[in-house]
């Protein structure tokens, strides 16, 4: 098993292998190579079928979120619920949102387009990914509670 860490510029910062897991078994890899400010995407491959999932925490554990892998890329995703400086319950919600170009040898153009709760048109953002690239973006509107489209 290999996980490649690459970099918001597509370009490739580091390796890491794991050998003779067993069947079923649990792996947790932790990137030493990109610093603690290292921010960009990772893709995992076996000779095996795998799942997996990502948890990122701050040094100090007040911040922390986990997320499901995903197997493939697709030209249309959708995030059903994403807010930017959001008031509820005593704290401010914010979400990152992630987006990585799969492709090995082609740039990709995408536009992130957001909705407010009653559907209506909240905001575009766009942007160029270089192959393996990617980028994290925040909704520009302040206050939003709402969803994206990708």
Same mark, same amino acid.
């Given at each position: 098993? $290999?996980?490649?860490?690459?970099?918001?510029?597509?370009?490739?910062? @580091?390796? %890491? #292998?794991?050998?003779? !897991?067993?069947?079923?078994? $649990?792996? +947790?890899?932790?990137?030493? @190579?990109?610093?603690?400010?290292?921010?960009?995407?990772? !893709?995992?491959? %076996?000779?095996?079928?795998? !799942?997996?999932? /990502?948890?990122? *925490?701050? #040094?100090?554990?007040?911040?922390?979120?986990?997320?499901?892998? =995903?197997?493939?890329?697709?030209?249309? *995703?959708?995030? &059903?619920?994403? =807010?930017?400086?959001?008031?509820?319950? /005593?704290? $401010?919600?914010?979400?990152?949102?992630?987006?990585?170009?799969?492709?090995? #040898?082609?740039?990709?153009?995408?536009?992130?387009?957001?909705?407010?709760?009653?559907?209506?048109? *909240?905001?575009?953002?766009?942007?160029?990914?270089?192959?393996?690239?990617?980028?994290?973006?925040? *909704? &520009? +509107?302040?206050?939003?509670?709402? #969803?994206?489209?990708?």
């Amino acid at each position: 098993m $290999t996980i490649s860490f690459y970099r918001q510029d597509g370009g490739l910062q @580091c390796t %890491a #292998s794991a050998s003779n !897991v067993a069947p079923r078994a $649990t792996y +947790v890899f932790f990137p030493t @190579c990109g610093g603690n400010n290292f921010l960009g995407s990772a !893709v995992v491959t %076996a000779n095996q079928p795998l !799942v997996g999932m /990502g948890s990122e *925490a701050r #040094s100090d554990l007040r911040f922390a979120m986990a997320y499901s892998s =995903f197997q493939g890329g697709t030209r249309t *995703a959708y995030g &059903p619920l994403v =807010f930017r400086a959001y008031a509820f319950g /005593g704290y $401010t919600w914010d979400s990152g949102i992630a987006v990585q170009n799969l492709s090995t #040898s082609a740039s990709a153009n995408i536009t992130l387009t957001y909705y407010n709760s009653s559907g209506s048109l *909240a905001g575009t953002q766009s942007a160029t990914l270089n192959p393996r690239g990617m980028q994290a973006f925040f *909704a &520009p +509107v302040l206050g939003l509670k709402g #969803s994206v489209k990708i």
